[in-house]
């Protein structure tokens, strides 16, 4: 080879190499900062623990600490519009049944677009909702509680995280299915929900089992049925809600990763390779068992196609139910 068409094509080949590098480096440098991992609701709740069980996994893996923000208010909407603005490439969010498939039909009016303003990341955990009463109400099953609230219509209050949470679809799920009325006293938060459930000052209530299996197993709260599918390993003298009258009947709350539509696809696919990870590993494993949660996992298409069916599926709850904001 001619030794000057060698020099041009060695000095061609590096300058090539030169500008690929810093292209990688960049791709590579991400996260450069701790994650910011927001969770709408209050502490205390099934978000709490499904979002600190990702955080912690995440945090091992992407190189930079994974921090949970909880922000809660206006049924998660203030939380959601904070974080459709953000543009800093390390804000997320954790996605939610209430915030995703049910405000959007909820509200006249939203500070953001859960379609547009967000892009899947990964459906992160499913937890079962459990319906249960302070042990100061008469009745030892669904039955019995169904038969006690008719004998007494417009007597009796269930509390909910809020309007539009996932306790509140629950229990008017469940009042469409079984023909029931009962109360509905909105609370800001899960934790503050149940304080009043465990001091008798509400009867009943749809939670998450993350957050109730230890009151339950204590026996300062009764579970009179499972929204799930199957009973539980954790609750096994717990009948279904479809065992006790209802067959078909399903309520699982469930819980993914949002990110700003502002962040890189990139980005976004990294964050959703290391959440399937994350979900899939030991510690996390160990931790939603013990909380009756189910890991999922799952990439950015396989999330944005569940939740378009979710939002399908809750709008005709929302509408019949006339669910309206606080």
Same mark, same amino acid.
């Given at each position: 080879?001619?030794?000057? *068409? ?32 927001? /969770? ?25 600490? /994974?921090? /949970? ?8 909407? !203030? ?5 459709? *603005? ?45 319906? /249960? ?48 009325? !009962? ?123 569940? !939740?378009?069916?979710?939002?399908? *599926? ?5 509408? *019949? ?6």
């Amino acid at each position: 080879m001619n030794p000057t *068409r060698r020099t041009l094509l060695g000095a061609a080949g590096a300058a090539s190499l030169a500008g690929a590098l810093p292209l990688r480096a960049f791709a590579q440098s991400w996260p450069s900062k701790p994650i910011r991992f927001v /969770v709408p609701f209050a502490p205390g709740g099934s978000s709490e623990i499904i979002a600190r069980s990702a955080a912690a996994e995440m945090a091992k893996t992407l190189g930079q600490n /994974v921090f /949970v923000d909880n922000k809660p208010g206006a049924s998660g909407n !203030i939380a959601m519009a904070e974080v459709a *603005r953000a543009d800093d490439q390390h804000t997320v969010i954790l996605g939610h049944i209430g915030t995703l498939a049910v405000n959007p039909y909820m509200y006249d009016k939203l500070p953001y677009d859960a379609n547009k303003d967000f892009k899947a990341v990964s459906l992160l955990a499913k937890v079962p909702s459990l319906y /249960v009463v302070n042990p100061a109400v008469p009745a030892k099953d669904l039955k019995e509680f169904i038969a006690l609230v008719k004998a007494k219509p417009g007597t009796m209050n269930y509390g909910s995280a809020g309007n539009g949470s996932a306790g509140h679809l629950a229990m008017e799920y469940l009042k469409m299915t079984a023909n029931i009325f !009962i109360t509905h006293i909105p609370y800001k938060g899960t934790g503050p929900q149940l304080t009043d459930l465990l001091a008798g000052r509400l009867e009943a209530a749809s939670v998450g089992a993350s957050a109730i299996l230890q009151h339950i197993k204590a026996g300062k709260l009764r579970c009179i049925a499972t929204g799930s599918a199957q009973r539980l390993p954790q609750l096994p003298d717990v009948p279904t809600v479809a065992e006790q009258g209802f067959p078909g009947f399903e309520m699982t709350q469930w819980y993914g990763l949002l990110a700003p539509a502002t962040m890189a696809q990139a980005n976004v696919d990294r964050l959703a390779a290391e959440a399937q990870k994350a979900m899939k590993s030991q510690g996390a494993l160990e931790r939603l068992n013990q909380d009756a949660a189910q890991s999922v996992g799952g990439s950015p298409a396989q999330f944005a196609q569940f !939740i378009a069916s979710e939002q399908k *599926r809750w709008k005709q709850v929302v509408d *019949r139910a006339r669910i309206k904001p606080e």
